[in-house]
């Protein structure tokens, strides 16, 4: 981890989100969550709880999935975030969001852009994932809408267009 | 009926792709509390760390001070107006006057210029508590000398309910089975994954707020009453909604404290919950506690019920008082019964307040209901499944509660259960450990009367063509608050009209700029609102067959549209596009505009509390669980669940079924986990998301979802209500499913592990 250069009582953070270069002032307080949120404002990344518990703050840090309430913004210096916003290439939609729209996975969306992170994130390292595998990876995002069925079954239709 | 049956239509019957689904996919769509607005402030709220306490002091002067802090608020800085949502029982305030009702009560706010500034704030103030005792349990706040809650409700009775039909104890004297069982619910909640949250902008004397709302309008309603606000100076903006279930139908203290900072400091204020304060404002399902009696006859014939609840109110009424008048209102509605004896106390503790949450009253009555009846169906040697078909309401009936029944198709739901899930193959004949049950439920479609009294139509809608005729905007105060209203109403706007669903832009739920709709609950807004656009479709669709038949030289009467295509019926050749004949239009007349408006018929009863129950319509649903049963741990695995709805016609067969399975998992959250504990304190102890258990994607039954044929004449296109009908059966439908895996039966919900094991330990005890 690259240190954080400390500024009286604040440090500053540089890290690549999306693939630009960002950069902000931050408290040893705030959090990855909060530095996307309101500094970088990348609110597609969701606050549920704020313990870890729902899984709907979820990106990809260095391409690992991480609850981004969880994790301090100098933790993040040096490294590189990936959001839901981060997806879309050239107004093209990544193979999950269009599966998502397609199966009806999405009811509220709340949860949808960690759920997309978390399935990318597996499809990453396991491109044919069995359905037991993606409820696993998928496991720690809470969604009340769904019962998840849905959900799932995007997934696997992601994974399946891999082939 | 499968996924892409289309019946007759255009564009309903079809699984487009929902409307903003592209926006929710790639985070630009923007929930309350992601939205900014310049120079807004965080608010926050200092809550009480007692469950029953009188405020003698608050010092607010050191919060003052601190740098960045704009505003601090007690009581006396804003209005005492009492507020609620069951007129005359309006008994909650901004923030605490004299005492604190529960834990997490709200005593005093701050606005500040950060998130950290405002938290550090409320920690400055300082708070002089004289601790009462508190009443924490709902079968006893009723006894003499128990604290009182609030002064006006002798013996915490926040409602009491007697209703009889027939003459029960004739029935039971008649009967040849009678069996009285008691129950217990659990006190489940929302948890809807966006936490509540709101902006308020005061300006020029009128308030705008942003928010999260099931419900713009009864919000603006509230809020103008409580600021003594004409309703035209308040401004209620849905934003994308996180999930609702019943716990954004009423502002909360997210809007009244918000706005109450905005005024005071002269800048937007923005309140976010956190998760712990979702549990504090709560407005969940009531535990009841309920006692059954029914009476049958040798062939299964139910002759009589008698249902008393005494049910856990918390602290504020709340919409409790519907709460508790539906949970026996829905019983006669899916069983054809004469006699009916219907007692509900519901009580007010030092506890958070419960309201309406998905089926509102109904699930535990259901489940009580449901479980009754197998015991019923054993002790008389009948099969479950043959006793419900023995008394399954028909269509075209009344119940005794004078609920007028058009559409039903209750008995093919049960056949077509029966045969998709193998129920003659299985029952009884599973190994040892596995077991199949059935549960089954019904819902209204849409409230019969709104909240309070008003003669306002309950839906209305505009759609506008725009002057080039390529598109068509929907307006609606319907609210999509993830269940997919935006998209069904779009389709049913483009099927009305004659044009694609891709045609279609809606502008929904904005207090100002849409019409009045009095918003998503009690399932009523495919039939209502869909009333609504169907008119205002119609309406264009009139207008320019009248221009086209004109320009073609045709009769009116021979013109059609379908998709884009004006056409003379029976002359291929003489055909125009809807584009040319809107544009026309605008040249000639103006604006092409549609409007609809929908208000049901009058329905129901005389008696007291005849309205709660009413509606233009009903769904029924039939569902059969398999579960198998670690008798070691108690541990009970549902592998696979076979629902079968009959809800209309369908508008949009993915949502649809996507309806029933997000009900069904939180039916099953509410059967198996789900239940907010308490301290002796009245603290909750589970208040986050950890702790309180929600159904995970590992948590995996099967999920069948059918559905039967069926034609509502009451709705538009032959439509009725889907989202909440669907959890009712699930809890049911578990309990016995396992008693029929294990032979022992569970009253108490939540069926957890401990409680199944310990029906084990005590049944071999028996042995
Ligand atoms: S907000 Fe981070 S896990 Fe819930
Ligand atoms: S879609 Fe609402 S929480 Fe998942």
Redesign the pocket.
Same mark, same amino acid.
């Given at each position: 981890m690259v240190t954080a250069i400390k500024k009286g009582n604040l440090h500053v953070v540089r890290l690549v989100v999306n693939g630009e270069e960002h950069a902000a002032l931050v408290k040893s307080n705030t959090t990855l969550l909060d530095l996307l949120r309101e500094e970088f404002d990348y609110t597609g990344t969701k606050k549920g709880c704020e313990l870890g518990d729902c899984g709907a703050c979820t990106v990809l840090m260095d391409g690992k999935t991480v609850n981004s309430c969880l994790v301090l913004a100098v933790e993040a210096n040096g490294h590189t975030v990936t959001t839901i916003e981060g997806l879309e290439r050239n107004g093209e939609l990544d193979r999950l969001q269009e599966e998502f729209i397609n199966q009806a996975a999405?009811? *509220? #969306?709340? *949860?949808?852009p960690g759920?997309i992170l978390s399935a990318k994130a597996l499809l990453v390292r396991n491109p044919h994932p069995s359905e037991r595998e993606v409820r696993e990876a998928i496991g720690g995002n809470? *969604?009340? *809408?769904?019962g998840y069925v849905r959900?799932v079954k995007a997934i696997l239709a992601a994974a399946e267009a891999n082939s | 009926m499968s996924e892409t049956s289309t019946k007759d239509f255009s564009v309903i019957g079809k699984s487009v792709p929902k409307i903003d689904a592209r926006d929710k996919v790639t985070g630009r769509a923007k929930y309350a509390g992601d939205l900014k607005v310049p120079g807004m402030l965080i608010g926050k709220i200092l809550r009480s760390p007692h469950a029953h306490a009188r405020i003698l002091n608050i010092n607010t002067s050191k919060a003052m001070e601190l740098p960045g802090v704009a505003a601090v608020i007690t009581a006396r800085d804003v209005p005492s107006t009492f507020y609620g949502i069951s007129p005359a029982r309006y008994d909650e305030t901004i923030l605490a006057i004299e005492k604190v009702l529960q834990v997490g009560d709200k005593v005093a706010a701050v606005a500040a210029v950060d998130e950290e500034t405002a938290v550090k704030a409320l920690a400055l103030i300082d708070v002089e508590y004289e601790v009462l005792p508190a009443v924490l349990d709902p079968l006893r706040a009723m006894d003499e000398g128990q604290p009182q809650v609030h002064p006006q409700y002798e013996r915490n009775i926040s409602v009491e309910i007697h209703q009889d039909f027939g003459d029960v104890e004739k029935a039971f004297r008649e009967s040849y089975v009678v069996r009285t069982d008691c129950f217990q619910g659990n006190r489940a909640t929302h948890v809807?994954?966006e936490p509540h949250a709101a902006i308020s902008k005061w300006e020029n004397g009128k308030l705008t707020i942003w928010s999260s709302s099931q419900s713009p309008h009864y919000f603006q309603y509230h809020i103008s009453r409580v600021f003594g606000l004409k309703m035209g100076d308040v401004r209620v903006i849905k934003a994308f909604v #996180? #999930?609702g279930f019943g716990g954004k139908l009423e502002p909360s203290a997210a809007e009244y404290v918000s706005a109450a900072l905005a005024m005071k400091t002269g800048r937007p204020v923005k309140i976010v919950f956190d998760r712990k304060e979702v549990f504090f404002h709560n407005r969940g399902r009531h535990a009841q506690h309920i006692e059954l009696t029914t009476g049958v006859t040798k062939e299964g014939k139910i002759l009589g019920v008698h249902a008393k609840f005494i049910i856990d109110g918390g602290s504020y009424t709340s919409l409790g008082i519907a709460s508790a008048y539906y949970a026996g209102a829905m019983l006669p509605l899916i069983y054809d019964f004469d006699h009916f004896k219907f007692d509900g106390l519901r009580v007010h503790t030092n506890l958070p307040s419960c309201a309406a949450q998905r089926g509102h009253g109904a699930p535990q009555p259901r489940f009580a209901f449901e479980s009754q009846l197998d015991m019923i169906a054993k002790e008389l040697g009948m099969d479950p499944i043959e006793i419900r078909k023995v008394n399954a309401r028909q269509p075209n009936t009344t119940t005794l509660n004078d609920l007028k029944v058009n559409s039903c198709e209750f008995t093919a739901c049960l056949d077509k259960a029966t045969e998709i899930s193998d129920w003659a193959g299985k029952k009884g004949k599973l190994p040892p450990g596995q077991g199949i049950g059935i549960g089954c439920g019904g819902f209204i479609t849409g409230a019969g009367y709104p909240i309070y009294r008003t003669r306002l139509p309950h839906a209305s809608a505009v759609i506008k063509i725009s002057e080039q005729g390529d598109t068509a905007t929907l307006y609606i105060g319907a609210v999509d608050i #993830?269940q997919g209203s935006d998209t069904i109403l779009a389709q049913m706007a483009a099927e009305a009209v004659g044009i694609n669903y891709e045609d279609v832009r809606i502008v929904s739920a904005d207090t100002e700029t849409t019409p009045h709709d009095f918003g998503a609950y009690a399932s009523r807004q495919t039939l209502m609102s869909g009333h609504a656009v169907k008119q205002a479709g119609d309406e264009i669709r009139r207008q320019i067959i009248e221009l086209a038949a004109d320009l073609l030289e045709a009769n009116a009467a021979d013109v059609d549209i379908d998709r884009r295509v004006v056409f003379v019926k029976g002359s291929p050749e003489k055909t125009l596009t809807f584009e040319n004949v809107a544009n026309e239009f605008f040249i000639r007349k103006g604006p092409l505009v549609g409007k609809g408006s929908y208000a049901p018929p009058k329905l129901g009863g005389k008696f007291k509390g005849a309205a709660v129950g009413t509606s233009p319509a009903y769904s029924f649903a039939a569902q059969i669980s398999q579960v198998e049963v670690d008798e070691e741990t108690g541990q009970v695995m549902v592998t696979k669940v076979w629902d079968v709805h009959d809800c209309g016609t369908v508008i949009n067969p993915s949502l649809l079924h996507g309806q029933v399975e997000g009900a069904l998992f939180m039916g099953m959250g509410e059967a198996m986990y789900e239940q907010v504990v308490f301290d002796d304190k009245g603290k909750p102890l589970n208040a986050n998301l950890g702790e309180y258990r929600v159904p995970t994607a590992l948590d995996v039954p099967e999920v069948i979802s059918e559905l039967v044929d069926s034609y509502e004449p009451a709705g538009p296109w032959g439509v009725k209500e889907v989202g909440e009908g669907a959890t009712l059966p699930t809890m049911g439908s578990y309990a016995n499913a396992i008693y029929d895996a294990i032979g022992v039966r569970l009253y108490d919900l939540p069926l957890t592990p401990e409680k199944v094991w310990r029906a084990i330990q005590d049944r071999k005890k028996l042995l």
């Open positions: 999405v009811q *509220c #969306g709340y *949860c949808s759920m809470l *969604c009340r *809408c769904t959900i | 809807p994954m #996180g #999930g #993830g």
